[in-house]
């Protein structure tokens, strides 16, 4: 079974959205399990105190290392990667993703105030992964993002095998248009190509448009796309 543990000060947030669609289901369906760990269960005062002041000063607050190595300790007994949800970690990638469902699960330390103390990261071999160039209010939004991500390719969970493949970034590029009926909405009608019934056409249709919109779109996957595409054999 695929093991989600995440280490939060605030455990009521979960299961949260990861209690309802594809993910639910195959939460009640056991097909992964979810703890949520009160990372403040484990402060030694009694005002449970999880953060301090910033050495060399500045603002706001630092998670505290002591505080939180007993908590990752009490539930990392395992070999699961230990991961930080962190804006200055390495972006969060498809191919991460697919890495880490197909292993036992993961622990996740969500963190808070202006960060967790270095001295932790290190300690503990926290490998720091960021959800986007953005700063959320803390970690758990982008844990929950990162587990939905993973629990969708665990076996059992998406309905068809091909859906997991055939979508954004499985190859490395952008997922191509999608349409359904009617046939026609608004005067605007599907690609002939797509109701022709070609297979092979279809095919060739969807990989073009796939690499259009990824080519216009993100110019950084294409380049990565384009350059292992173009690599000369050994």
């Known amino acids: 079974m695929w093991r989600a543990t995440v280490l939060t000060i605030f455990p009521e947030m979960f299961p949260g959205p990861l209690a309802h669609s594809l993910a639910g289901k195959a939460l009640s369906a056991g097909l992964w399990s979810l703890e949520a760990a009160d990372i403040r269960a484990h402060a030694a005062d009694r005002h449970r105190t999880v953060d301090d002041t910033p050495a060399g000063g500045g603002p706001g607050m630092v998670m505290k290392a002591d505080v939180l190595a007993r908590a990752i300790d009490s539930v990392a007994t395992d070999s699961r990667p230990r991961l930080l949800m962190s804006p200055r970690g390495a972006p969060l990638t498809q191919a991460r993703v697919q890495a880490l469902a197909a292993g ?24 720091e992964i960021s959800a986007g160039d953005y700063v959320l209010s803390g970690g758990e939004i982008a844990a929950m993002a990162l587990i939905d991500a993973c629990v969708r390719l665990i076996p059992g969970v998406m309905g068809k095998e091909a859906s997991g493949a055939d979508e954004s970034f499985s190859e490395g590029l952008l997922e191509y248009p999608q349409y359904t009926r009617p046939a026609e909405f608004e005067g605007r009608t599907i690609p002939e190509v797509l109701t022709s019934g070609d297979h092979a056409r279809v095919a060739q249709w969807r990989r073009a448009e796939a690499e259009r919109l990824t080519r216009e779109r ?4 294409w380049k990565a796309y384009w350059e292992t595409r173009n690599r000369p054999k050994s």
């Open 104 to 127: 036992g699960g993961a622990v996740i330390v969500c963190g808070r105030f202006e960060g967790v103390d270095e001295r932790l990261i290190a300690a503990r071999a926290l490998e």
């Open 218 to 221: 993100r110019p950084d996957l």
